[in-house]
């Protein structure tokens, strides 16, 4: 059975850092290209890093770039999404998914409707 097990979010005031995890089973998450994706009632999924397997190329939203980091132990069949430096925009459901078909790109797609499997969602609140 292909599952993401996501976990890692909680509450956190500005400035402080999480670490979200997700553990994939089922398959070997690192043949294919993996992300972070986020979303707030009333608006889209979004994406917020995604990272190739393939070639090592990496993507962040603009809004996260020099505060967030993805990461692969690919031992653990894990990947991670470092948070520092967090602020109450960043509030959100965190998803993460893995996208069968990125492999076949240079770069890492990073649109939602690219991803095939989904972690469950973990919720992350930022106080002010």
């Known amino acids: 059975e292909v599952q993401l097990v996501e976990s890692g979010g909680g509450l956190v005031q500005a400035g402080g850092s999480l670490r979200l995890s997700c553990t994939a089973s089922?398959?070997?998450?690192?043949?294919?290209?993996v992300g972070w994706f986020r979303q707030v009632p009333g608006k889209e999924r979004e994406g917020v890093s995604c990272f190739s397997h393939s070639n090592g190329a990496t993507y962040y939203t603009e809004s996260v770039k020099g505060r967030f980091t993805i990461s692969s132990d690919n031992v653990k069949n894990t990947f991670y999404l470092q948070m520092n430096d967090l602020k109450p925009k960043d509030t959100a459901v965190y998803y993460c998914?893995?996208?069968?078909?990125?492999?076949?790109?240079?770069?890492?797609?990073?649109?939602?409707?690219?991803?095939?499997?989904w972690g469950q969602g973990t919720q992350v609140t930022v106080s002010s």
């Open positions: 998914g893995v996208d069968l078909h990125g492999r076949y790109w240079n770069i890492p797609r990073c649109a939602p409707f690219e991803y095939d499997y």
């Open positions: 089922g398959f070997v998450a690192d043949d294919y290209t």
